[in-house]
């Protein structure tokens, strides 16, 4: 069994405008970094920013062998809409939710969470990197 706890952000200067998404995943036993990430995503809104943060994440979570995955965010919305508080309505947001819940039931179990943004600083962080210095591509890092 592998579990990682994951802290996932996306961010949009303007709505839509420039975005970025970040993401940390850390050994939920050890608390080891095993990945971090950050990708410029081009024009998007903010709420594509933060559901495309919980898809990249997972995809790397999934390649790292995890079988559980604690999910932490600062957008509210976003961990309603994954534990199925709040319904996904807008038409651009449906297919990346049913892309991360398809991935989600890859897994045997998750949580899913709201954290406040004073606790979400490092998925922040990287959000900011991918917009203010990659605007092409990604930066992956992985510790080890």
Not at 9 to 20: F, K, L, S, V
Not at 53 to 75: F, I, N, P, Q
Not at 86 to 91: F, G, I, L, M, T
Not at 104 to 125: E, K
Request: aromatic share 4%; net charge neutral.
């Amino acid at each position: 069994m592998r579990r990682l706890v994951i802290h996932t952000d996306g961010a949009a200067r303007g709505n839509p405008g420039p975005a970025g998404l970040g993401a940390i995943l850390r050994d939920a036993g050890t608390g080891e970094t095993l990945a971090e990430l950050a990708t410029y995503l081009g024009v998007r809104t903010n709420n594509v920013a933060e559901w495309s943060a919980v898809e990249a994440a997972l995809d790397e979570a999934l390649r790292l062998g995890a079988t559980h995955v604690d999910l932490r965010m600062d957008s509210e919305l976003v961990a309603r809409q994954i534990a199925g508080i709040y319904k996904v309505k807008h038409p651009d947001l449906k297919p990346i939710h049913a892309r991360v819940m398809a991935q989600l039931a890859r897994l045997n179990g998750y949580t899913v969470g709201h954290v406040p943004r004073a606790l979400n600083a490092d998925a922040d962080r990287l959000s900011n990197v991918a917009i203010d210095e990659l605007r092409v591509g990604t930066l992956p890092f992985e510790a080890g």
